[in-house]
């Protein structure tokens, strides 16, 4: 059985069974997950599926429920995992608050303790400052200087600061303002300067659309998902929007739009690369109506930089 087949056989199971914890584990694995329930500062233990869809289907992760271990007890968990590593735990997710709700994931392998633990207490020196309606979810894997993602009813220019005071050095962030803000997600990888940041508020502030997503990268507006009034006003309106960040081969920027309003996480009604020719490698389009085709169309043969 392949890697991809076990893992879909162990979803199926869980959700035939009803199951959340422990659907397929061999007995090596669930020794290693009663051996972690036991120990001192641990409330819950039990292994997950990814069940978003079958195409991110994964092997079961290791949650591990810690909302008031001290660092020492963390560290014994940590430990016991990466002297005992098994086949079928990849990553181990330690829920280290409740309120506000904080998570840290690690690749199991690739872990280090005293990386682990110390991430663990700045995150948990930012619960005052979020407030206990918060979830955060930290991890390295992907981004080695940090990755957080931040829930939060709170302005951005509030969570930043926040973010620059007790995670320095941090390399990404996103952040979901809710009703606080008109931008529903902000990607920003960072450093991300209070001047930066002024600029690009002031950039999104004098757009004639509606922002829904917004990518930063080194200071500067890369992404940006915008909702268009109608169809027929699209074209005129991309091109103010374009026009205003200077969208070009030397600040390329990719643009997806969405027709009337923003629905996130939706399919956009089109996409646009001003400037480069780096699109998804997913094609898009396949869902377009032949109107919302050929605004696409029209638009990348003005703006992007692919042969044609």
């Known amino acids: 059985m392949t890697r991809a087949t076990a893992a879909i056989a162990l979803l199926i199971a869980g959700l035939l069974s009803g199951c959340f914890y422990g659907a397929g584990k061999d007995d090596g694995a669930e020794k290693l997950k009663d051996t972690i329930a036991a120990m001192p500062g641990v409330t819950r233990a039990g292994f997950s599926t990814n069940d978003e869809g079958l195409a991110t289907v994964t092997l079961p992760n290791l949650y591990v429920m810690m909302m008031t271990a001290d660092p020492q007890q963390i ?15 990849e990553t181990v997710d330690i829920t280290v608050s409740e309120k506000p709700l904080i998570s840290v994931s690690r690749t199991v392998a690739d872990i280090g303790t005293d990386q682990f633990i110390e991430d663990v207490e700045r995150l948990r020196r930012l619960a005052p400052a979020v407030g206990p309606a918060a979830v955060m979810k930290w991890t390295r894997d992907d981004v080695p200087d940090g990755d957080l993602s931040v829930s939060v009813e709170s302005p951005v220019d509030a969570t930043l600061a926040t973010i620059r005071e007790h995670l320095d050095g941090i390399g990404h962030a996103e952040i979901y303002p809710g009703s606080s803000s008109g931008v529903q997600r902000w990607s920003i990888y960072f450093p991300f300067s209070p001047d930066e940041e002024r600029h690009v508020n002031s950039q999104l502030e004098s757009l004639p659309v509606q922002v829904g997503a917004v990518t930063v990268s080194s200071g500067v507006i890369t992404e940006l998902n915008v909702a268009v009034t109608n169809i027929q006003s699209a074209e005129s309106e991309l091109n ?30 089109g996409i646009v690369h001003a400037g480069a020719c780096g699109y998804p490698s997913t094609p898009h389009g396949d869902n377009l109506s032949p109107e919302e085709r050929a605004l696409q169309e029209r638009v990348r ?3 992007d930089t692919c042969p044609r």
Not at 240 to 258: F, H, K, R, T, Y
């Open 75 to 89: 560290r014994a968990v940590v430990d016991t995992l990466k002297n005992n590593p098994h086949q079928d735990l």
């Open 240 to 269: 103010e929007v374009i026009a205003a960040l200077a969208a070009g081969p030397d600040s390329p920027l990719m643009l997806s739009w969405q027709v009337g309003q923003i629905f996130l996480p939706a399919a956009p009604d």
């Open 301 to 303: 043969r003005q703006f």
